[in-house]
């Protein structure tokens, strides 16, 4: 289903009026977790300034510590839904089980699927059904193969509103969190009719490597970016160092603005 004759001219996902997959790049933005009311507020009015179409936040929080803040849950989402009304915005959130869907759906626009959960398969086919446009997050160390799999079992349930994320694969280099696989992108436009995003900020780990791997990413074709942005990063309660500030975003998508008027 994710294949070129099933849909020659490339898939366009709908998200409301938005369309992703077109010419002109979707940018997603926000803090790794939704931490409080007004952290929430100020990063979506920063990221609405910024030129972003979506405002991310985490509020199922898939740590690899179980001592880790593992999120807001449904306070947090509902948090998130009033900062992007008041702000114009669409609201993506990671859903890390099958059971919070109908929960998480009742105030997302769009769900993340995360890369540790990649290959769950239930919760893959749950959200097969509900039709929420899904951001299907490429597995740790998982092959495109594996990936483009994984995005086969959402749409052998009747969604086809996916859209694919590389955001950094495990590699023997320990300079970055993970190594962003810049060549999925044209490996997936290649092999599949499916929009693609790049997610700099898991992949980089560092705020200061963010710009650049945006910048490849869409130089190679991507369809757009989800980036990490938070009202002050350094009190991030998770992922701090590699949050960009509302300032840096700004400039960053000026500079992507630029690219994508040549590539
Ligand atoms: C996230 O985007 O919040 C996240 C946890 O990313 P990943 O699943 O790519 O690690
Ligand atoms: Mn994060």
């Not at 898939?62 to 669409?90: I, N």
Request: charged share 25%; with cysteine.
């Amino acid at each position: 289903l994710a294949s070129h004759e099933m849909c020659p001219d490339g898939r366009v996902v709908e998200v409301g009026e938005l369309k992703i997959g077109k010419k002109k790049l979707v940018i997603m933005a926000g803090p790794c977790a939704v931490e409080n009311e007004e952290q929430i507020m100020h990063a979506a009015l920063g990221v609405k300034a910024g030129g972003a179409q979506f405002l991310r936040g985490g509020a199922y929080k898939p740590r690899t510590s179980p001592y880790s803040f593992q999120g807001m849950e449904e306070e947090g989402l509902k948090l998130m839904r009033k900062a992007a009304d008041a702000t114009g915005l669409k609201v993506i959130s990671e859903v890390v089980a099958h059971d919070q869907i109908d929960t998480a759906g009742k105030y997302c626009d769009m769900l993340q699927i995360g890369a540790r959960n990649m290959q769950n398969f239930r919760l893959l086919r749950e959200v097969g059904r509900s039709k929420i446009p899904v951001l299907l997050k490429r597995g740790i160390s998982s092959t495109i193969e594996e990936w483009l799999d994984a995005a086969e079992y959402i749409m052998s349930e009747g969604n086809y509103n996916v859209v694919l994320c590389e955001r950094g694969i495990r590699t023997f280099e320990t300079a970055t969190r993970n190594t962003l696989d810049v060549s999925a992108v044209p490996v997936v436009k290649e092999r599949s009719c499916l929009p693609i995003i790049i997610d700099p900020s898991h992949a980089a780990g560092k705020a200061r490597y963010v710009a650049a791997l945006s910048l490849a990413g869409i130089a190679a074709g991507a369809d757009g970016l989800i980036i990490e942005v938070h009202p002050n990063p350094k009190a991030a309660m998770s992922d701090a160092a590699q949050q960009l500030t509302p300032e840096s975003f700004g400039q960053l998508t000026k500079k992507v603005g630029e690219l994508a008027r040549v590539v």
